[in-house]
């Protein structure tokens, strides 16, 4: 069964910084794009940033660039996010999703991914 598992959520102070981490099983990992969302109660799941395994490109939202930075490890089957000057805005369950392809869909289109794990909750706090 593919699917990821995503950790390293945790409660911090705005301004602090966080790196999570997802691991893909039961596929074929370099042949994806895998992104990660993020989720709060009572809205739709949103686009953080995204990464092709094959190629190394990469692609955030405005609101997490030049603060978030996506990584991958092929060797580890492994995605992270290191997050800093967390603001309140960047709470929620952060999930882990994977498009097949080199190349990484728009952001706005969470139903382009798949593969989601139980996701990992971030709080941050003022």
């Known amino acids: 069964e593919a699917q990821f598992v995503e950790f390293g959520g945790e409660s911090v102070r705005a301004g602090g910084s966080l790196r999570l981490s997802c691991v893909g099983s039961g596929f074929t990992f370099w042949q994806y794009s895998i992104g990660w969302f993020r989720q709060v109660p009572g809205k739709e799941r949103e686009g953080v940033s995204c990464i092709s395994i094959l190629l190394g490109s990469t692609s955030y939202a405005d609101s997490v660039k030049g603060r978030f930075t996506i990584t991958s490890d092929r060797t580890k089957s492994a995605v992270y996010l290191q997050m800093n000057d967390l603001k309140s805005e960047d709470a929620g369950i952060y999930y882990c999703?994977?498009?097949?392809?080199?190349?990484?869909?728009?952001?706005?289109?969470?139903?382009?991914?798949?593969?989601w794990g139980r996701g990992t909750q971030v709080n941050v706090s003022s």
């Open positions: 999703g994977a498009s097949y392809g080199r190349l990484c869909p728009p952001l706005r289109r969470p139903a382009s991914f798949g593969y």
